[in-house]
């Protein structure tokens, strides 16, 4: 199963952090911050997967037998962590799925667009994982079905909206 | 943008981003926290969107790190909210926050559950996803039959039904009751016919939970994944949207594969043959294109097909090509094709004989190693590691110490780990071994753990050839400017012990090496400092004649280290300042170091141990199992007397050796005799702990597994006479001899006098100064009558005599009076009955004391009522014997055993053997000339008379091993008279029996002990 999506920036600031084992608050910094110091230090053209021994000496028990699979896009790192029962390259390419979503979603995606819509981010991934397992790979249906939710957020919420240009002004 | 329509969440994000450093993140965040608590505590006055904001805000604070556990209660209340954002806000961050565990959940279920079983699609997703997130126990027990309907519902959209696949699935782990498995298999098979790819794929993920917790009730289902595969991977009959980068949902072509390879087999030859098909065409079917994704698509699902082929076994054609396949992939540019080519190369060692095809790839994966990415010089030192054999070991393994230099950190303990594992597993010859291992501890010291510095010492130690080698080769490196404090250690050690085999060469008199080894004494540590000592110590003993300068400069050490502040040091020093000062007696004292007991590696059984939490498919691990046995093997010095062990405690002889000596040697005599049994054999093995200790002591650092100080302890309670018994129990060996002198000792050894009296009828069963007491017997059937003859050997009266007898229950004995008084001169004739009730190898015991004079005198003596007392030997023909022989036909009735260690003896002596105890040997009974067929007749009330039949099968070749298989109609006898032959073929029955019950003490007042078997219990007490 999938133990873990993370998004972390380049300074290793955390975007999005969803654990579907319950994982304390505490061991969830100390994870993302191993990944991180990790995962800058990796150098150009290498595999995308990183062996969990090498990353968390310290919560060995935790998360003994994990892969982490990763991809760099722009300013931010898409991290799953998975178990031996997930293929590497499978859960590579849901990467790649999710990203394209979001790309979808916000088209141009940038790292702005995910800080600011925090929940929406986190809606998306909840269209796609659920309790570790690949619930959905289509792309065009995840958009379907978020925007469902949106159309009845709209129905029912009277709020402002955050527009892109206006969000550059926190660039 | 409607999700992100929070003004305040987005404003109070992009504060925090702007927040220079982590202390002004916190005070924002605080600032924020404190806000978030005030507002929640006057509900009155917060609006629902007020609410969702905070929430919102407070998952964002969680994911920063800081704790909101005040708000835990605000989002699980959110689940119950009427209107759909809070709703969702509600089940989104209670997802985060919470886990399984957690009181709160508990108040959100009922809601949970109305939100599963209302109409509201939208809500039952938001519910679904929640349970498939953090469900637990409880919530498998209340929700699942209502989770169930909704995937099988037909009036569901595939929307709800794919969560509630996955839904179903967490609750399946959570319990695995939930899902009748009776009435499932059949709901699944359906399930996997679905035509929406979307609910297949989280019925797939389901499928696999559940087969791998028992594959045998879904049988059914295997066919569909087939099928499955067929319409994915052949047909690509699926919707346009599911293709991805114009592969079939890669997702669910992977899932359905991991499904079938929890199956053991596919065993219908259609169903086989269109899944080999498939996978043949996925095998041939992926080329590598430009575009990564696809590329990535492609390969995820070939690596999987690639599992499966290995999982199913294939035919061996099948099999190369998918070696040729991953050859190809370890080679390519894409590094996450390389790195999962070589994952893959390696548990294909594992599955399949491919061995000598994936040699073929040696070079590359080597080349591997030198890769810019760590997970590939993980892997491909993995897969060298697994594909190391006896004849590519030296490649591998120098290729390993190359990379060594360079390698990252992190990997070189294991890897110098692993170097030393494949160097004593595969090494073509034992020089080789020490060079690798020396090397390793010259190049990544640090990383070299003791074990693998004390498996060299063990090697050396039991292959003398090895040691001027060793010794040579430690001297070497000696002479490197800066050498790691583990090569200090393991050179003084193996020129401590062998130096003197170099004396010849130049630089390796015994002043020089000391010289260049205390050079390095100002650099170490101080348990370094406690081996080098002793290595001084072994030098000096070397020396002889003593080289008066050496001694000096060795004693200046010691005085100076006399009075060092750490324990071990200051007691070394000042007991091999003692030592030394003893002359050639040292030779003794500090001989060289016994072979090691032959052991498991500590090195392979700690990659065991490492491997334990990596994977269950570590390809290593199995073959560390399969291989165990190409470790190489020690020669075993080690006799079966336990002779080494003695010469292991000869080192640490303590002083005032030679002078014992003397005295020692009367010892095993007396011993013997019998008089000294009273001695406990604990208390010499106490006196031996200390000596043991220092024992321990200098081999501490060696023992891998166990300090092999403690084996000798008890091996030497086994061999009492051995001289090596001397010094550190002398003293105590010494002072029972002392003391019997004024008691009164038997003359003879009892022990013998009982065997001689097993065999024959009449003789003397103890004798001491004063009393003789002699027996004489005869035998019918299962009755026996025996007399005591009681004879004062003196010219004054003996008094109190008393007799008793310890029968065994299986023997009934009738002892008739016993006088108190023995007149001087005289013999009194006791009769004693005897009836057989039963067989059994247990002894009557008599005990019988007096009073000479003032001494006491109290012995228990064995008496010769034995089982072969009651056997009357019969002549069988071959008419007779083979049909019983036959209609016997095995255990319990016969019993057969190899009995190993018996005494080498001829066939003509083994059948005198036999004959004296009553087993008649019929010859030429038995067409081989080397085995022995005997018969008798057994006599006991119970069993009455009873046919026995032996066979006796030596090999002429060893004649310490031999068969015996012995028969008759009765279990209990059948396994007695088989347990009685053994103990006279494999023993010498003066030595090798129980001990004589030869009790001789100053005081009478043992307590008379009540037993079924006196004879056993004293054997046990003594």
């Known amino acids: ?171 | 943008m409607a999700l992100s329509g929070m003004r305040g969440l987005s404003v109070f994000i992009s504060e925090v981003r702007n927040c220079r450093n982590k202390e002004q993140e916190r005070l924002r965040v605080d600032k924020e926290l404190g806000n978030i608590r005030t507002r929640f505590k006057n509900e009155k006055g917060l609006t629902p969107y007020e609410k969702k904001k905070y929430v919102w805000k407070m998952l964002y604070i969680y994911m920063l790190g800081y704790d909101v556990d005040f708000g835990h209660m605000e989002a699980v209340s959110l689940i119950s909210a009427p209107k759909y954002p809070e709703k969702q806000v509600g089940y989104i961050v209670t997802s985060c926050l919470l886990n399984e565990n957690h009181d709160f959940l508990r108040l959100a279920i009922n809601a949970v559950r109305n939100d599963i079983i209302g109409r509201n699609e939208t809500f039952q997703c938001l519910a679904l996803t929640l349970v498939g997130n953090i469900g637990g126990r409880e919530f498998a027990e209340s929700l699942a039959p209502d989770v169930q309907k909704l995937l099988i519902s037909s009036s569901c959209r595939p929307l709800v039904r794919k969560k509630a696949a996955l839904c179903l699935l967490r609750l399946f782990r959570k319990n695995s009751d939930i899902l009748n498995v009776d009435g499932w298999s059949d709901r699944m098979a359906q399930l996997l016919d679905e035509r929406d790819l979307g609910v297949l794929t989280s019925s797939m993920s389901l499928f696999v939970a559940l087969v791998s917790n028992n594959h045998e009730a879904y049988w059914s289902c295997l066919p569909k994944c087939v099928k499955v595969m067929e319409r994915l991977a052949r047909n690509q009959d699926i919707p346009q949207e599911y293709t991805y980068y114009g592969i079939p949902s890669p997702w669910l072509q992977v899932k359905t594969m991991r499904a079938l390879q929890y199956f053991p087999t596919v065993e219908d030859p259609s169903i086989r043959r269109a899944l080999f098909e498939v996978l043949q065409r996925i095998l041939m079917g992926t080329d590598v294109v430009k575009n990564v994704n696809k590329n990535n698509a492609s390969h995820a699902v070939l690596f999987e097909a690639l599992a499966l082929v290995m999982h199913l076994d294939s035919e061996k054609e099948m099999m190369s090509q998918c070696v040729a396949l991953l050859g190809k992939f370890i080679a390519v540019r894409e590094p996450n094709i390389r790195y999962l080519g070589l994952e893959n190369m390696t548990r294909m060692l594992m599955v399949t004989d491919v061995h000598e095809i994936i040699k073929r790839h040696q070079a590359q994966i080597i080349t591997s190693l030198k890769d810019p990415d760590i997970s590939i010089r993980r892997r491909s030192l993995d897969l060298l590691y697994g594909m190391c054999d006896v004849s590519n070991a030296k490649d591998i393994v120098e290729e390993l110490l190359q990379y060594l230099g360079t390698a990252d950190f992190a990997m070189r303990e294991e890897l110098a780990l692993k170097a030393a594992i494949l160097a004593e597993k595969f090494a073509p010859d034992l020089s080789w071994y020490v060079d690798v291992i020396l090397q390793l501890i010259d190049k990544a010291g640090d990383f070299v753990s003791d074990d693998i510095w004390f498996r060299v010492v063990q090697f050396v130690t039991n292959n003398e050839d090895l040691q001027p080698y060793a010794a040579l080769k430690a001297r070497e490196y000696l002479d490197k400017p800066a050498i790691h404090e583990t090569m200090v250690k393991v050179s003084a050690y193996l020129l401590g012990e062998y130096s003197h085999l170099l004396a010849r060469r130049p630089g390796c008199s015994p002043k020089e090496i000391f010289s260049i080894i205390h050079e390095k004494l100002p650099t170490v540590s101080t348990p370094t400092i406690s081996i080098l000592l002793t290595t001084y110590a072994k030098i000096l003993m070397h020396s002889q004649p003593p080289d008066p300068e050496l001694q000096n400069q060795v004693w200046a050490v010691y005085s100076k280290y006399e009075s060092c502040i750490d324990a071990e040091i200051q007691q070394r020093a000042v007991e091999y300042f003692a030592l030394s000062r003893k002359g050639e007696a040292l030779m003794d004292i500090l001989a060289e170091m016994p072979k090691f007991p032959e052991r498991q590696s500590s090195l392979i059984k700690k990659a065991e141990d490492t491997e334990a939490d990596t994977a269950e498919q570590s390809a290593i691990k199995l073959r560390t199992q399969q291989q165990a046995s190409n470790a190489l093997v020690l020669t075993d010095h080690r006799p079966a007397n336990g002779a080494p062990q003695v010469s292991q405690l000869g080192m640490i002889m303590v002083p005032s050796t030679s002078n014992v000596d003397q005295n020692v040697v009367d010892q095993p005599l007396t011993h013997s005799n019998g008089t000294l049994s009273v001695v406990d054999p604990q208390p010499p093995a106490q006196d031996h702990a200390p000596a043991g200790d220092i024992l321990g002591d200098l081999l501490g650092p060696l023992a891998i597994e166990g300090p092999p100080g403690v084996s000798p302890q008890s091996e030497l309670n086994n061999v009492p006479s051995h001289e090596g018994t001397l010094g550190a129990n002398d003293a105590l060996a010494l002072a029972p001899v002392g003391d019997q002198e004024s008691t009164v000792k038997p003359i003879g050894d009892i022990a013998e006098r009982f065997h001689a009296l097993c065999l024959k009828d009449s003789g003397v069963l103890y004798e001491d100064p004063y009393i003789q007491i002699g027996i004489k017997a005869e035998w019918r059937g299962h009755q026996g009558r025996m007399v005591l003859f009681l004879g004062n050997k003196n010219t004054a009266s003996l008094d109190s005599v008393q007799a008793k007898i310890l029968p065994p229950s299986h023997l009934k004995l009738d002892l008739s009076l016993v006088p108190k008084i023995i007149p001087p001169r005289a013999q009194v004739q006791c009769p004693l009955e005897v009836v057989n009730l039963r067989p059994s190898r247990d002894v009557a015991v008599l005990d019988f004391s007096y009073k000479f004079g003032t001494y006491l005198v109290n012995n228990r003596l064995r008496l010769p009522a034995v089982l072969n007392k009651f056997f009357q030997p019969i002549q069988v023909s071959a008419e007779e014997f083979f049909p019983q022989w036959r209609s016997l036909p095995g255990p319990p009735l016969k019993l057969q055993e190899v009995v190993r260690g018996v005494r080498p003896m001829s066939l003509g002596e083994m059948a005198n053997l036999f004959n004296s105890l009553k087993l008649m040997v019929c010859p030429g009974l038995d067409p081989n000339a080397c085995n022995l067929v005997a018969s008798t007749t057994f006599y006991s009330e119970n069993t009455r008379a009873m046919l026995c039949l032996i066979r006796i099968e030596t090999d002429p070749a060893d004649r310490t091993q031999l068969r015996m298989t012995v028969a008759s109609g009765d279990p209990t006898l059948t396994f007695e008279l088989k347990e009685f032959i053994k103990e006279h073929l494999v023993s010498i029955p003066t030595a090798g029996k129980p001990p004589a019950p030869v009790a001789q003490q100053p005081q009478p007042n043992i307590p008379p002990i009540a037993s079924s078997d006196p004879g056993a219990l004293l054997a046990g007490l003594l």
């Open chain 1, 1 to 171: 199963m999938i133990r873990a999506m993370i998004v972390i920036n380049n300074q290793g600031k955390p975007r999005l952090s969803k654990f579907y084992n319950y994982t304390p608050v505490e061991q969830q910094q100390q994870l993302i911050r191993s990944i991180y110091s990790v995962l800058c230090l990796q150098p150009e053209n290498v595999s995308n997967f990183i062996e969990g021994g090498s990353i968390w000496v310290r919560q060995k028990t935790y998360f003994s037998d994990s892969r982490l699979v990763y991809k760099l896009f722009a300013t931010l790192y898409f991290v799953f962590v998975f178990d031996s029962s997930e293929n590497e390259l499978a859960m590579f390419d849901l990467i790649q799925v999710y990203v394209e979503t979001l790309e979808k979603c916000f088209s141009n995606v940038c790292e702005l667009d995910i800080v600011l819509n925090y929940s929406k981010i986190h809606t998306i991934l909840d269209e796609m994982i659920l309790g570790g397992q690949v619930v959905e790979t289509n792309s065009e249906k995840v958009m379907q079905a978020v925007e469902e939710i949106s159309k009845l957020e709209k129905v029912t919420a009277a709020t402002k909206l955050i527009s892109k240009s206006t969000s550059v002004l926190w660039g």
